[in-house]
């Protein structure tokens, strides 16, 4: 093991993707499309451009971290989706808030 | 109960462990059950109820009532406890022993003969005589939420591998595909890193077949690049660096999010990163060139003169290099010496006289 070579890996910063098409959105989630729709519907994640029919719809990259913290919650806390939109609604204005106490605190 | 060892020779070392039935009681239609024990010498006996925060006689009702409660005090995506990660890890555990009522008396009767302030732990050969463990108890678990590392060495020298620790025996089962889990880990790295870029040696543990047919976890070391310009709380994505697939399926996803260590002297806001910087009375009325750390190195400071205390200044693009660059900001702070000689203040009281008529707190609706 020691002597092996250590692989260098470069990763991509997913907040950095510019727009995440629903089929990259799939695949990268494992999750079927009408799962994602669902998502969509119930307000976990936002297409860019709503008017647009589903096949063309974007998101932005940070959609697929949102879609994973959804499920992670779901499975874990045993809450349904609009749980799971609640939590990750209050989570963001926390984050945020925290940020600010941090920023002002020191 | 009959216990016998196969191989004798790494009988402890390796410590596998083979519970078999007698042949007598295997009729020819009975699957013979196999279970592995990983036994090592150094592992620590878990209390899986004082995890829970319940005592021993605790129904399953209260069992998942604690659960419940305590997986949302720490799950890590709701958390901000520390050790998070590490206490839901621990509590998945806890949890995937005590609510399943064949597991839980199996461990209780174990617990009997432990004895607290022992060392090292190991099961007796025998100990979990007359019960049968269904791998498919194992599906979920809390894997993915604490990397790519499963439950404790513990747990899996009682119960196996979480996930697929019993298939593997299972010759003539269907074929089926599935796609690994995605594993999230957090890196902690420092401000001056974010300027500059880095690397990270992450290791890993991921389960593969073994030689034996058995599966095992392989330590597995990454050498992450962590790009010049990322921000706390982005996430780095390294496709197929997740849990492996089963059957040939394709491997998840490794989601790395970052963290910045706390740093002593500079404050971050996204991109934008500030700095309190103490300058003397003369500097503040003299202005001058002054030497001031950036995360980026030691740079020269132009202060224009007669500036105040809590003044701030802006340097352009100097904040974290990301794609929309931040900025750096230097709030002023005038800081008067320690000790004031006479001399000293007989200037100061020059100062005073020669502005009598300056009153800052004007604004305040105070005169004079």
């Known amino acids: 093991m020691q002597n092996e070579m250590i692989k260098s890996e470069v990763g991509i910063v997913v907040e950095e993707y510019d727009h995440i098409s629903l089929v990259k959105l799939c695949r990268y989630c494992a999750l079927p499309a009408e799962s994602i729709i669902k998502m969509v519907e119930r307000g976990v994640i936002d297409p860019i451009d709503t008017s647009l029919s589903y096949t063309h719809w974007q998101f932005s990259s940070t959609s697929l ?10 499975r874990d806390l045993e809450v349904n989706l609009a749980g799971a939109v609640l939590a990750l609604e209050l989570l963001d204005e926390i984050k945020q808030l925290r940020q600010e106490v941090a920023y002002l605190q020191r | 109960m009959r216990s016998f060892h196969l191989e004798q020779k790494d009988k402890l070392e390796i ?46 009702n209260e069992i998942k009532r604690a659960y419940r409660k305590l997986a949302r005090k720490y799950h890590p995506d709701v958390s901000k406890e520390k050790d998070a990660e590490e206490r839901f890890k621990e509590l998945g555990e806890a949890y995937e022993v005590l609510k399943d009522p064949e597991k839980r008396t199996a461990y209780d009767q174990l617990g009997a003969n432990w004895k607290a302030g022992q060392q090292g732990f190991q099961p007796p050969p025998d100990w979990d005589a007359g019960f049968e463990f269904h791998g498919d108890s194992f599906t979920g678990g809390t894997e993915g939420s604490a990397g790519a590392a499963g439950f404790s060495d513990f747990f899996e020298s009682l119960f196996g591998r979480a996930g697929g620790g019993f298939q593997s025996h299972s010759a003539g089962a269907e074929h089926y595909q599935m796609r690994g889990q ?56 390294l496709k197929g660096q997740g849990s492996p697939g089963v059957g040939g399926g394709q491997a998840g996803d490794l989601y790395l999010e970052i963290e910045f ?108």
């Open chain 2, 182 to 237: 995605d594993s999230h880990a957090k890196v902690f790295i420092d401000l001056e890193d974010a300027y500059q870029g880095t690397s990270r040696n992450l290791t890993l543990r991921s389960t593969i077949m073994g030689p034996d047919g058995h599966p095992q976890l392989q330590p597995r070391t990454l050498n992450v690049k962590i790009p010049k310009g990322i921000k706390a709380g982005q996430n780095i994505r």
């Open chain 2, 261 to 368: 260590n706390p740093h002593s002297i500079y404050k971050v806001n996204g991109a934008d990163v500030s700095l309190e910087l103490p300058i003397t009375p003369w500097e503040a009325a003299l202005g001058g060139k002054i030497k001031i750390p950036t995360p980026s190195g030691m740079i020269d400071l132009k202060i224009p003169e007669n500036i105040s205390s809590g003044k701030k200044m802006r340097l352009k693009q100097r904040g974290i290099p990301a794609k929309q660059p931040g900025d750096f900001y230097i709030t002023l702070m005038i800081v008067l010496p320690e000790n004031l000689s006479e001399e000293d203040k007989a200037l100061f009281k020059k100062l005073q006289q020669t502005n009598s008529h300056f009153n800052p707190r004007t604004k305040l609706g105070l005169g004079k």
């Open chain 2, 15 to 60: 410590g596998k462990l083979f519970r078999a039935r007698s042949l007598a009681e295997n009729s020819a239609a009975k699957v013979l059950s196999v279970i592995v024990i990983r036994v090592r010498g150094t592992m620590e006996y878990k209390d899986y109820y004082k995890i829970m925060g319940i005592t021993k006689d605790a129904s399953q």
């Open chain 1, 65 to 74: 971290l949102r879609i994973q913290t959804a499920l992670r919650l779901q």
